[in-house]
């Protein structure tokens, strides 16, 4: 009887860590550092330059990123709907 208990709880578990490793995870790029003496500006701007342009091309592939993870988590919450309406109907609860 026990081991019939933990089959719930086992497809859960695969369940979860199923739909972890299709989430993607979008790290935000780290914001471009500027100093505050103008010595060190003019020394560095070259870098400074840089720093904002790798910057702005990485937060553009962030929110890409987001975007396509908002897009799946979306579709992913529709089919769970779907299948939690038909667990409903197949326990007989489709008229809640």
Avoid at 53 to 66: G, N, S
């Amino acid at each position: 009887m026990k081991r019939l208990q933990r089959i719930p709880q086992a497809i859960v578990l695969t369940l979860v860590i199923s739909g972890a490793a299709d989430a993607e995870t979008c790290f935000p790029p780290a914001r471009p550092f500027v100093p505050n003496d103008s010595v060190a500006i003019a020394e560095f701007a070259d870098l400074i330059s840089q720093d904002f342009e790798t910057y702005i091309h990485d937060v553009q592939a962030y929110f890409r990123c987001l975007d396509e993870e908002r897009a799946r988590a979306f579709e992913e919450a529709r089919e769970v709907s779907q299948d939690y309406a038909r667990f409903l109907q197949g326990r007989g609860d489709g008229n809640r």
